[in-house]
């Protein structure tokens, strides 16, 4: 089969099944019947819903260090993590929603035994950022936003080694939440407000929800010709 | 005051692949038959249609199919003087949670255990002495022999329509299988999977050092077929979203493209999803059950009475139940005494991740049970007094997937964001293959499941408290299996490679993914001071209660769990259907 028939034939087949698909929806309570063809938003003009205008700069600014634009391939900022991130706040991720959270805790636990906070996500942000802030005020003199590249990396870096220590929240765990986000953010599915228009897929060579390869299993050593496929049917 | 359904013959607990098989086994005997499922009913269409199971972030990372740590988990510690703390979030092992349980988002590798595994006691007493177990290892037979079950693989294979090549039919070595296999009466219903890149130089490599390499058995299907039930799979399109991932395919062989759909056709069987068993409850004299009580889809309690009680609800959750019930004997790991709760054990894993700059591998291109595997290093294999451990694993070279959030090996020393971590990923995605050992895990002591004094759940009751740690009889075996990783890895002369194994400092950590394969807890054996259950899962104190599904390892394989799995809960309800039946009883003489 060629490329351009395996291709049309699987438009035709996600088209096919989005029509017959009525207002299913993934996980995360976002319908799969949107448009195929809504644009994604501008970061530029999107209002978080979770994040206030301050907190808000501070996750933009935070994500363009950990994913920046320099060099090969797309940034966090270019794909709209942040977005992504702001979503995910008011999902049942933020609220750990089905994570055990009965107590008592135990906040010192080896980290062997996994997440042992009282915190949701959520809460872990608004006093990781607050508290990340008001290092950068107190010990720096600016906020972390006005810090230069090299200044944010050293902020960061802290935080990941757990160099810095918060009264109310772990600074490594604040961190690891945001890395783990940003990344997923960078990767998942455009429908997760991420990864817009593809770009981290196309980046990296992943097919996306192609999700059928039966002509290619046994063509060894020869890179995949076909860009991505998303959710919603976009094409990239 | 609980409300009380009408009486049926069988209630059972759970949905999974143990409770489908049975509902199939024990309504051609004309029983009625119910189960009661605690998640939510699912099928191929809609639940799991295409396109909506490829994403990877709701179902590969935020676990979709999985059981809800916030209404179900347990409690893990190293030791017994430690103090047990939630598992809160899901890592190392994934529960199923809904109709098909784990079997609609397994992988899929479909092993037989070898006959040595089932009578590993006495193996190891006959072959190497006694004196090699070492005092805290409590390592037992199962009480059942290989040749008892073959019938049972067999016909368990053929349901599940695996996908793979015999090595040994009837006695007589086959060429393209796996020579130290158990001997089978047939050959797998479907040829073996596709061949990817990975496997085949994986295979090269083994070939040339001497070893014996083939295809992982797989329960996905490599062409069209259809088993004994009547029910359809469809051929695999390695579409790289398997395990976490119901099949959008119909190709993943599950309780739902295997057995449910001709199941539900039968009128003497129902079943009610979205309600959870707390308790099964005794009658005075606690040697009979009358039937479960559970809390239906409205939140009401329900009494649900029953003549037989079966368990399937999964390893864990079975030894919860028996210890929430008061069915057996808790185990004491101090005085020994007691068996619920015993012998608790998972698996041994390791593996190597390889770099090639110049391959092009496709990782998105694969399915769960695809890959290349061998037994050389085998428990049936190893001369246990001479290499110091008791214990085997096998290794396969396998492609799953290429899901990028979970799935994004960098090279050692790559940072873990900023350019150069943007740039690794560029260079380093579709670059890599590995091999992993699987592992045998051995009982111990002081490795057990017991019911936590401080955690409970949304309904008072008190969670499982999981007492578990490494030890060094493994971590030798484990170690052993490095050594080989390491001599194949380097033979294939990648640019860079990274082992990753367990050494002696090493301790339990919940948070990385290892394997849905708990066994134990609530073993069979032949006799009752020491195991939970008789040879044909029958409870030794209630005999109307029999309890299917891994808890009754008395340790782990060095295999996946579930062929082994499939054939008990054939096994048992034979023993049911021709012996039970006609005189409900114990039917091993305590
Ligand atoms: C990600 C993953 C990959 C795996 N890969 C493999 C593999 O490659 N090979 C292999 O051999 N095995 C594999 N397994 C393991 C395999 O899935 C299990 O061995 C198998 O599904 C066990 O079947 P079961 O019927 O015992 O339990 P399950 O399939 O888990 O079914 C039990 C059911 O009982 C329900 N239940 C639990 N408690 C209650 C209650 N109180 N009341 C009512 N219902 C209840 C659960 O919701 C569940 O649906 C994998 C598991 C996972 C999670
Ligand atoms: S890889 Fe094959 S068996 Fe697995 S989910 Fe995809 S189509 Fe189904």
Excluded at chain 1, 131 to 146: K, S, Y
Excluded at chain 2, 396 to 425: D, F, H, Y
Excluded at chain 2, 574 to 584: F, S, T, V
Aim: charged share 20%; with cysteine; net charge negative.
């Amino acid at each position: 089969m060629s490329a351009k028939l395996e291709n049309a034939s699987r438009r035709d087949f996600i088209k096919g099944s989005l029509m017959m698909i009525p207002a299913v929806t993934v996980g995360s309570g976002v319908s799969l019947t949107a448009a195929a063809d809504e644009p994604p938003p501008n970061l530029a003009d999107y209002t978080p819903t979770f994040f206030d205008a301050e907190e808000w700069q501070f996750v933009m600014a935070a994500c363009d260090r950990l994913i920046p634009s320099d060099g090969a391939g797309p940034g966090a900022l270019e794909t709209n993590v942040p977005i992504f991130i702001d979503k995910q706040m008011e999902g049942k991720f933020g609220h750990a929603a089905d994570w055990y959270m009965k107590g008592p805790f135990t906040e010192d636990a080896s980290p062997l035994f996994g997440y042992q906070s009282s915190l949701t996500p959520r809460e872990v942000y608004r006093k990781g950022i607050a508290a990340t802030r008001r290092h950068c005020q107190d010990a720096l003199g600016e906020d972390f936003r006005g810090l230069d590249a090299a200044g944010q990396d050293r902020v960061l870096t802290q935080l990941e080694q757990g160099a810095l220590e918060f009264d109310e929240v772990s600074a490594s765990q604040f961190f690891a939440f945001l890395l783990q986000n940003t990344k997923e953010g960078y990767f998942a599915d455009p429908i997760h407000g991420g990864n817009k228009h593809m770009a981290a897929w196309k980046f990296i060579g992943f097919p996306g929800a192609r999700a059928a390869y039966r002509e290619w299993v046994d063509q060894h050593d020869r890179a995949y010709p076909l860009g991505p496929v998303s959710l919603t049917g976009e094409r990239g | 005051m609980a409300k009380t359904q009408p009486h049926v013959d069988v209630v059972m607990i759970g949905l999974g692949w143990t409770n489908s098989i049975m509902g199939m086994e024990l309504t051609e005997e004309g029983l009625n038959v119910l189960a009661l499922e605690r998640g939510p009913d699912q099928d191929t269409v809609p639940e799991f249609a295409y396109p909506k199971m490829a994403d990877e972030l709701t179902y590969g990372v935020r676990y979709q199919l999985m059981q809800r740590p916030a209404k179900s988990t347990v409690t893990v510690r190293h030791g017994v003087r430690d103090s047990a703390l939630p598992y809160r979030s899901l890592g190392s092992f994934l529960p199923g949670n809904g109709v098909g349980g784990a079997g609609t988002h397994w992988n899929g590798h479909t092993w037989r255990p070898q006959p040595q595994e089932l009578r590993l006691k006495s193996y190891v007493e006959e072959t190497f002495g006694a004196d090699i177990i070492p005092d805290d290892m409590t390592i037992q037979d199962f009480g059942v022999s290989y040749d008892e079950l073959e019938p049972h693989f067999d016909f368990f294979e053929k349901v599940a329509g695996i996908a793979g090549k015999a090595g040994n039919l009837n006695g007589e070595i086959q060429a393209g299988g796996n020579p130290f296999e158990g001997w089978r009466s047939d050959e797998y219903p479907m040829p073996p999977m596709a061949r990817t890149l990975n496997d085949s130089m994986f295979r090269d490599v083994a070939k040339a050092q001497g070893l014996h390499p083939f295809p992982l058995p797989a329960a996905n299907a490599s062409e069209a077929y259809t088993n004994p039930y009547g029910m359809q799979l469809a051929p695999c399109n390695y579409c790289g979203f398997c395990e976490r991932y119901g099949c959008l395919n119909g190709s993943k062989s599950s309780p739902q493209t295997c057995v449910l759909g001709a199941l539900k056709r039968r009128e003497n069987f129902s079943y009610r999803a979205n309600c959870e068993v707390m308790k099964v409850e005794l009658a005075e004299d606690g040697k009979t059950a009358t039937g479960v009580t559970y809390i239906d889809e409205n939140g009401d309690e329900v009494f649900q009475p029953a003549d037989l009680v079966i368990m399937g609800a999964y390893s864990l959750h079975n030894v919860h139940l028996l210890l929430l019930s008061g069915i057996g004997e808790p185990y004491n790991p101090i005085s020994g005494d007691g068996v619920v709760g015993k012998n608790y054990a998972y698996q041994m894993n390791g593996g190597a991740t390889l770099y090639f700059q110049d391959k092009a591998f496709n990782p998105f291109i694969g399915a769960g049970a695809n890959g290349e595997t061998l037994n050389d290093f085998g428990v049936e294999q190893i001369d246990f007094a001479r290499e110091g451990f008791i214990g085997g694993s096998y290794f396969n070279a396998a492609m799953t997937n290429g899901q990028p959030i979970r799935n994004m090996p960098l090279p050692g020393g790559a940072p873990q964001w900023g350019a150069e971590w943007k740039e690794a990923v560029q260079q380093t995605y579709g670059h890599t293959m590995t091999i992993g050992s699987h592992g045998s895990n051995m009982a111990y002591r002081d490795c057990y499941l017991d019911l936590d004094p401080t955690y409970t759940d949304d309904h008072g009751r008190p969670l499982m408290r999981m007492t578990f740690d490494w030890k060094d009889n493994d971590v030798r075996m484990t170690q052993f299996m490095k050594q080989k990783i390491d001599t194949l890895s380097r033979a294939l002369a990648p640019d860079d490679y990274k082992l990753s194994f367990k050494d002696f400092d090493s301790h339990y950590d919940v948070r990385p993914y290892q394997t849905t394969h708990n066994v134990g807890g609530a073993i069979m054996g032949s006799d009752p001071s020491t195991s939970v259950l008789n040879r044909y899962l029958q409870s030794w104190d209630v005999h109307n209660v029999f309890v299917m599904g891994a808890s009754a390892f008395p340790q782990n394989l060095q295999y996946n769990p579930t062929g082994l799995v499939g054939a008990l809960t054939y096994w048992a309800a034979k023993a049911i259907r021709e012996q039970y039946l006609k005189n409900p009883g114990p039917l091993v003489q305590a």
